[in-house]
């Protein structure tokens, strides 16, 4: 599949370099040469005769639209070959994510992460009849550059219908994909919430979690996250066990029901006692400082000499913010990253 580097298609895409191999298709970086802009080709790979399953991902994309979900432009035939287009996410994977932190991400990070996919899952869901994705993974998630989380892969993705017999063949990616997926069952929205869960489980303790098969045969124990990562509370571990429990009757049963088990829908809220503020001051123009966001951490900045002050809380945040950011174009020190993060 590489000769196709080089390569026009329909006389408008140039294919520019190589991204990515999946199962049964290839995917370029490639540019619109009329408009001049980025694009992600997917490639049916040669030999594949189940184009259907292309055309189905396609017809499918094409027909959503939400901020969490990469946008399909075309879709064609080009010398015996299949094609989709797509649009370019510039960033890095989950996998990667997790690959370049130098320890399992925080839980507040990961539930923001969750919190994002979940808007994604119940839009997906309530589709008329609901789509299902059926390869949620860490690899299949990418965050841009602007921090956003999109959903790009849809090689697996089904619209819910009835099964003759009720049953699917084997497929997924070992590790995220339910039971039912597995040929015992039939996928529905409860999978894309195991597989969910599965990649929470994995950003929190930098560990693919055992395969679905495995536990059921072997009673394979989840890894339990807590021992490698302290910021793991015992509310949402065992919401992660509710969303991974192998029999699909006992996981939540909608997107919203593991927002509730997470806790990551709002109580009500409850007046505070109002307080008077107190300012921090300068240690060295002895003038208060003033708090100024940056990156969701509130920052004291002095205005006289523009020094910065953070406690062991604030740093702790950025650093972990830096830790996922795209890197440079040159090598920095950690020291310089943050720096350059804090002047924004």
């Known amino acids: 599949m590489i000769e196709l580097v080089g390569k026009t298609l329909q006389g408008r895409y140039k294919i520019e370099r190589f991204l990515g191999q999946g199962g049964m298709s290839t995917v370029f970086l490639g540019e619109h040469l009329r408009l001049g802009r980025k694009l992600a080709i997917k490639a049916l790979a040669p030999g594949v005769t189940n184009a259907r399953q292309l055309e189905a991902e396609a017809r499918i994309m094409a027909s959503l639209s939400h901020p969490g979900l990469a946008l399909v432009l075309d879709f064609f035939e080009e010398s015996g070959r299949i094609y989709m287009v797509m649009e370019f996410v510039s960033g890095r994977d989950l996998e990667q994510v997790a690959k370049l932190a130098p320890k399992p991400l925080s839980q507040r990070r990961v539930l923001e992460f969750a919190a994002q996919m979940l808007d994604v899952l119940e839009y997906l869901h309530s589709q008329e009849p609901p789509v299902i994705v059926r390869d949620l993974k860490p690899g299949n998630v990418m965050m841009d550059e602007g921090g956003r989380l999109r959903l790009i892969d849809f090689g697996l993705a089904k619209r819910l219908q009835p099964v ?28 894309d919430l195991y ?51 192998l029999e699909p009757a006992r996981r939540p049963q909608t997107a919203s029901a593991v927002r509730q088990l ?39 900045c002095c205005a006289q000499c523009g020094g910065v002050w953070l406690d062991r809380g604030e740093l702790d945040q950025l650093a972990e913010v830096a830790q996922v950011y795209p890197e440079p174009p040159k090598k920095r020190t950690f020291w310089e990253q943050l720096t350059a993060l804090i002047k924004g």
């Open 164 to 191: 003759p017999g009720g049953m699917e063949l084997g497929m997924g990616s070992i590790g995220f994909a339910p039971i039912e997926q597995y040929g015992r069952g039939v996928a529905d929205e409860r999978s």
């Open 262 to 300: 997470l806790g990551l829908v709002p109580g009500p809220v409850e007046p505070q006692p109002v307080q008077k503020p107190t300012s921090r001051l300068c240690p060295v123009c002895q003038l208060p400082l003033q708090t100024t966001p940056k990156l969701k951490v509130e920052i004291d």
């Open 195 to 245: 597989a969910l869960g599965a990649v929470m489980l994995f950003l929190l303790s930098d560990q693919v979690p055992p395969d679905a098969a495995a536990r059921l045969k072997e009673k394979a124990p989840l890894p339990d996250p807590r021992p490698v990562n302290d910021s793991v509370t015992d509310s949402v571990w065992s919401a992660l066990q509710a969303m991974l429990e």
